[in-house]
């Protein structure tokens, strides 16, 4: 629903964006005949060295929109895709359309509208030939970036042509013919990620490498009991320490009227701004909720999960008379807990502020979001706010918030004239995120004398106010097996938390998919019979199940085939398979994937052998090379959030954790042989960013249980629970 | 006060504190800012540079301490036969996702490489513990190692 609305909201800003076409035609005209770039439309320039500029339009966070959105549009512009450029615009929705990375949604909802953005540009490439032949445009051809005229043998490259075309009006973006899929030359094909020589080469892409002259450092003081307020801190720093500008007060960005405190130190240097802080001696009064700790939401959790849930979620049939006349009942509790993102570029953003107008250079993964958290923390009119894009070191989630940014916009305020940069340090980063909420759940299953899941019932503990759950603590009444046995009752209770939170890859799914599978794992040990069997159960014939909300239809049949073709991957079930194997199947962000671990265990200590990935995202696979790296990411990334030893604590109101050592994330020497497969479905296809990696945690899970007999109903996994 | 360095085969002069280390200084003071900062702590391997020939953390060698040494940063890496064999193995394969810790995996890959021409597995992955790719490429750095030793890895297709 929420794709529709956005397509539908890009359709209408791509014509707006045609309108901005006809005012900038004074211009290229102009200097058309001096041959300056010609301006088809928002999204594209041709020059007259035929060498085409295609607008980037999202952030990149290493998912490779900056490489595989412009596919779409060289695709239907139908060009060579060597003769393309690529430019990243700035952030302006309103030219063009959703600028966020976020939900594995810029594939889905860019697909159909970025290639109708090509297609116009074609069609009026092609009227041009068509008036300056005097032929019929239906005549004509193209390719390679030129349009052909068969019957007399002519051919024009688009350069020519530009000037002209771009004096014509758009066509309406939903009638223009699109290509058939069989006449793709980009789209499925591998393309290295535009930016890669640059990486590889050392030069400034990332929002922290952003300079300019007379540039100044910031460093930051936030308070580290989260609520808490500023208290006190030293005065005169810049007249006391060498190299130190000034000190700036500042609320602690996101919320503008929230109660975190924070002080920027400024400096000509932000080494010199970060060793100022201990002279800084910043003092803060604790947050009014008291001083929260991670074992007290343990406590309680394990307290409420006993009583009757506060609210409930989705209810099916009668779980109470189905449990009290089931042949088997299976019960088990599971956790996880509080997770950072750990991004390797720390948290930054670079401001100018002059004269009531604002300047970023931003690392963010939603930019219009940080517009309007500026224009209200700052009283600006959001036309004052100007936002570039940098490469970004790794989202994850974290950028979606954009706390980072008003920030610098409060620090540059208070320095008018003067650009700063500030950045975090590696022990801000971990201990002033948005994190993944910890949650709970207490399950029960119930077989009949078959052995057929006939009625699961779950309370899941999380974090709210008010009845409602904070940011990423919520739970979809879809949760599968919703819908799809008879019985099912899923109840909510949520604890209060100071805890920021905020949306980590593959949000709630990272969890459900832990819980769920991992329970399911046990409830087919205990039908004897193992988890991709129960899973085709339960799924029974193929069909789709409606979405609601901002859930997606749910497509029982290409859950099957990803479950079949990991299956036939592995060697699923087959004799003298590995003891140490399991598998997981999770449906998320659009995405189907059925994935299978082989571990084995020394002295308690896991080591990953092999994996193999399933995974259906459409009839397409637009970027293979990409797509792979992806998936094997995802893959890696989630047997880390379970075996690395990733964890969240809060005492006496602030985190524990302050850089790799005691929030460690994967290396190179836990990476298992991955091997993936896609499944194509004939459906438009869909993101890769975050769908991967859910089922991999509980296929990791039933492995250890294949192997040790030990069932890991907590994360992350200690080699205690696994000699204990 | 000035300190006189030796990067990328060039002599540099740079006024700074003595404790400030060479990441800031190449960062700030050099405008070099393809080596990264990412923990500060010596744990990420971000920041990796050759001293010397060795792979070392700059953000844990403070200036004074650089000074009489040779120093080689990503900028220049490929100036060597090892440095340009891993940087075009890193293209062909295209191994980067976000990129960010990229400088400082082919610093530890190249002065890997230039110290043990044909690593097996285990020393790769010896050589290569201390850096962390977050977005978790570690199978294309791996292969990516191997190509450039020639050591054949066809286990990702080269971009087209």
């Known amino acids: 629903m929420q794709a529709e609305l956005d397509r539908r909201f890009f359709l209408k800003a791509t014509l707006l964006a045609g309108g901005t076409l006809a005012l900038d035609l004074s211009v290229p005209l102009a200097r058309a ?14 020059a007259p060295d035929n060498i085409v500029t295609i607008g980037a339009k999202n952030p990149e966070i290493g998912q490779g929109v900056r490489t595989m959105l412009p596919m779409l549009i060289a695709e239907e512009l139908d060009v060579d895709w060597a003769q393309v450029r690529i430019e990243q615009t700035i952030a302006d929705q309103k030219i063009y359309g959703p600028q966020v990375a976020g939900g ?71 009638k223009v013919a699109l290509k058939p899929d069989t006449a793709f030359t980009i789209i499925g094909h591998s393309k290295m990620g535009v930016d890669t020589p640059a990486i590889v080469s050392g030069k400034p892409l990332f929002g922290i490498d952003t300079t300019m002259p007379g540039m100044v450092y910031a460093a930051i003081e936030i308070c580290p009991m989260f609520g808490g307020t500023l208290k006190s801190h030293a005065q005169g720093l810049e007249k006391s320490m060498a190299g130190v500008i000034a000190t700036v007060p500042l609320n602690s960005g996101y919320d503008p009227k929230g109660p975190a405190d924070a002080v920027a130190i400024v400096a000509n240097s932000w080494w010199t701004a970060n060793q100022a802080r201990e002279a800084l001696a910043a003092e803060w009064n604790p947050p009014a909720q ?136 590696r022990t801000d980063d971990i201990r002033h995120d948005f994190y993944r909420p910890a949650g709970w759940h207490k399950l029960t299953a119930g077989l009949d004398d078959k052995g057929r899941l006939i009625a699961l019932r779950d309370h899941f503990v999380s974090f709210g106010t008010d009845g409602r759950p904070i ?5 979809s009444p879809q949760e599968p097996p919703a819908r799809l046995i008879d019985h099912v009752d899923y109840g909510m209770s949520l604890l209060e938390t100071t805890m920021p939170t905020g949306w980590l890859r593959a949000p709630t799914s990272n969890a459900m998919a832990f819980t769920f599978q991992s329970f399911l794992d ?146 190179i020497d836990a990476r298992p042989a991955i091997e993936t497969a896609f499944v194509l479905s004939d459906n438009d296809p869909t993101g890769l960013g975050e769908p991967a990696l859910p089922p991999v945690i509980p296929a990791l899970v039933n492995a250890i249980f294949a192997a040790t007999g030990k069932r890991v109903r907590s994360l992350p996994i200690t080699t205690d629970m696994l000699t204990a | 006060m000035a300190y006189d360095l030796m990067i990328n085969g060039q002599p540099r002069r740079v006024s700074a504190t003595e404790d400030k280390p060479l990441l800031w200084v190449l960062r700030e003071d050099l405008d070099m800012p393809g080596t990264k900062f990412g923990c500060g702590a010596g744990l990420c391997g971000a920041c990796t540079v050759h ?30 036969p090892q440095g340009k064999a891993i940087s075009e193995s890193w293209v062909a394969l295209d191994v980067p996702q976000c990129g960010y810790c990229q400088a400082g995996q082919i610093m530890s890959a190249t002065a890997l490489l230039s110290e043990n021409p044909q690593p097996s597995d285990e020393e790769i992955e010896s050589a290569m513990s201390g850096n962390i790719c977050r977005c978790a490429t570690y199978t294309r750095i791996r292969s990516a190692i191997r190509q450039a030793a020639g050591i054949d890895a066809k286990e990702v297709r080269h971009a087209g």
């Not at chain 1, 005949?33 to 041709?46: D, H, K, Q, S, Y």
């Not at chain 1, 940011?471 to 739970?475: D, N, T």
């Not at chain 1, 339960?538 to 409606?546: F, H, N, Q």
């Open chain 1, 33 to 46: 005949a001096g041959g300056a770039p010609a301006v088809l439309n928002a999204f594209i320039r041709i």
């Open chain 1, 104 to 174: 594995s949604r810029s594939t889905p909802t860019n697909w159909l509208p970025l290639r109708r953005v090509g297609a116009a540009a074609r069609a009026m490439l092609v009227e041009a030939a068509a008036h300056q032949w005097g032929v019929e445009a239906s005549t004509l051809t193209t390719g390679s970036g030129k349009v052909f005229h068969k019957a007399s043998g002519r051919s024009i490259p688009y350069a020519e042509l530009a000037p002209t075309a771009a004096t014509l009006p758009a066509p309406d973006p939903e």
């Open chain 1, 290 to 425: 008291g001083l929260q700790s991670t074992e007290g939401y343990e406590k309680a959790a394990a307290m409420t999960l006993e009583q009757p849930p506060q609210q409930s979620l989705f209810q099916s049939g009668d779980v109470d008379a189905a449990l009290k006349g089931a042949a088997k009942t299976i019960s088990a509790t599971y956790g996880y807990p509080f997770l950072a993102h750990g991004t390797l570029e720390p948290m930054n953003c670079t401001a100018l502020y002059t004269d009531g107008k604002i300047e970023l250079w931003a690392p963010t993964q939603r930019p219009e979001g940080g517009r309007d958290e500026i224009a209200e923390a700052l009283g600006l009119p959001r036309e004052a706010i100007l936002i570039h894009m940098t490469r970004i070191g790794g989202g994850f989630g974290r950028r979606l918030l954009n706390d980072y940014m008003v920030q610098v916009a409060q620090i540059a305020k208070a320095l008018p004239g003067r650009p700063v940069k500030m950045i975090y340090n």
């Open chain 1, 471 to 475: 940011r990423a603590a919520e739970m």
């Open chain 1, 522 to 667: 046990e409830v087919a040990a205990a039908a004897k019979t193992d988890l991709p069997d129960l899973m085709r159960t339960i799924l029974g014939e193929a069909r789709k199940l409606p979405g609601e909300g901002r859930n997606p239809p749910f497509d029982t049949g290409r859950a099957h085939a990803v479950i079949d073709k990991v299956c036939a991957m592995a060697g699923w079930g087959k004799a003298g398979a590995p003891k140490g194997r399991g598998f997981g199947f999770y449906f998320s962000h659009m995405g189907y994937f059925a994935e299978v671990v082989d571990i084995s265990v020394t002295d308690g200590i896991v080591k990953v052998d092999k994996v193999w990935v399933a995974g259906d995202v459409g009839r397409h696979v637009i970027n293979p090379i990409n797509a792979v790296n992806q998936v094997e990411g995802s893959v890696i990334d989630g047997l880390g959030q379970a075996l690395a030893g990733q964890k969240i604590e809060l005492v006496d109101g602030a985190v524990v954790q302050s850089n790799f050592h005691d929030f460690p994330l994967q290396r």
């Open chain 2, 51 to 80: 001293v010397d020939g060795m792979a070392m953390r700059s953000c844990q060698l403070p200036i004074a301490e650089a000074v009489g040494k040779t120093i080689t940063t990503i900028e220049h890496v490929a100036s060597t």
